[in-house]
């Protein structure tokens, strides 16, 4: 069954820190690229972060969290997961947060939602 579960936001203070998981099933998880998506209050989803996994590279299509998000892929005895590890955090970086193939063709999660605190 094709699955995704993200976990992990919260409710947190300006300048603070999170560490956002995904367990995708592993049809997914095998996939090249996988990312992180986030979509604030009233506007569109769109990709943040993405992870390339025959290449072990990433990539930040959101200059605005460049240098704050990292993400990176842990599919070391069969866990499967994505993470998404975010510092600085500013009010501008509350959404609902996504994880899914790039594109996006998988079903979407249920999301994890981000609230920055100012």
């Known amino acids: 069954q094709v699955q995704l579960v993200e976990s992990g936001g919260a409710l947190v203070q300006a300048g603070g820190s999170l560490r956002l998981s995904c367990a995708a099933s592993g049809s997914l998880f095998n996939r090249d690229t996988m990312g992180w998506y986030r979509q604030p209050p009233g506007k569109q989803r769109n990709l943040v972060a993405f992870h390339i996994r025959s290449s072990n590279t990433t990539g930040y299509p959101d200059s605005s969290v460049k240098g704050r998000f990292a993400i990176s892929r842990d599919n070391a005895d069969a866990k499967n997961t994505l993470y998404l590890q975010m510092q600085s955090l500013q009010p501008e970086d509350t959404a609902v947060y996504y994880c899914?193939?790039?594109?996006?063709?998988?079903?979407w999660g249920q999301g994890t939602q981000v609230t920055v605190a100012s």
């Open positions: 899914n193939l790039v594109p996006p063709v998988a079903p």
